[in-house]
């Protein structure tokens, strides 16, 4: 059961367009992290966030948390082809246990072409 | 560069032969988990280690597998009799984990591609 929908699976723009990508649960989260990954590398972390209805900027990106902590969404601004890659979004479902491990979704491939 | 580091990079084994994988964290993470990532998915968790102790182990972790982490520092995660099913990317990643009700950001080495033919 993928407990995170990513939409969408896949991403092909040109250079210097906008896009926004979006992660989905029914599940609520205490924390959600966002992660890119190049083939063959593990995913690099761009940005947690926590609180509902939080917006964090990593220069063109932009990260919202859903005031349900159920969803999140990532918009880039005037996308550039070093952009491409895996985006993945990794909710934390903290049911008062001290585990935190990740929940995955499948991932946003992003090409931008120049 | 202090970041999660893994060894092998790449291993490629024939079915029915034992594997070992090596992560090693940043340094002072004093928590550790191992994710398994197969093509076109996202990763999933497979077990974790706080300090020493492995606090849990997925559903997917037959038998086959297990996990140390002898000193609260580096890990080791083998498999046993491989098949052609575990072959796969085996991430790990590490954090800094204080207290209950507070975040636990992981951060992920590069990982062990890892092909059983």
């Known amino acids: 059961t993928q407990l995170l929908e990513q939409s969408p699976q896949f991403l092909s723009i040109q250079e210097g367009e906008n896009l926004t990508v979006y992660c989905n649960s029914s599940?609520?989260?205490?924390?959600l992290q966002w992660y890119r990954q190049e083939p063959g590398e593990g995913p690099v972390l761009l940005v947690t966030v926590v609180t509902g209805g939080e917006v964090k900027k990593l220069k063109r990106l932009t990260f919202q948390f859903g005031d349900a902590r159920k969803d999140s969404s990532l918009h880039i601004t005037a996308a550039q082809p070093g952009d491409t890659g895996l985006y993945l979004c990794a909710g934390v479902v903290n049911s008062g246990g001290s585990n935190y491990k990740l929940t995955f979704g499948k991932g946003t491939l992003l090409t931008v072409n120049p | 560069d202090t970041g999660v580091s893994q060894d092998p990079r790449h291993k490629i084994t024939k079915r029915g032969q034992n594997v070992t994988f090596r992560c090693d964290p940043i340094s002072e993470h004093n928590r550790l988990y191992w994710y398994r990532q197969t093509l076109g998915q996202g990763p999933e968790f497979l077990t974790y280690?706080?300090?020493?102790?492995?606090?849990?182990k997925s559903r997917l972790l037959s038998d086959r597998f297990s996990a140390e982490r002898p000193k609260g520092s580096f890990s080791t995660l083998e498999i046993q009799r491989t098949e052609q099913g575990d072959s796969a990317m085996y991430l790990c990643?590490?954090?800094?984990?204080?207290?209950?009700?507070?975040?636990?950001?992981?951060?992920f080495g590069p990982g062990t591609r890892l092909t059983v033919l």
């Open positions: 599940s609520v989260f205490s924390s």
């Open positions: 280690f706080q300090n020493e102790a492995q606090l849990e």
């Open positions: 990643a590490s954090s800094f984990f204080r207290t209950s009700g507070s975040t636990d950001t992981q951060y």
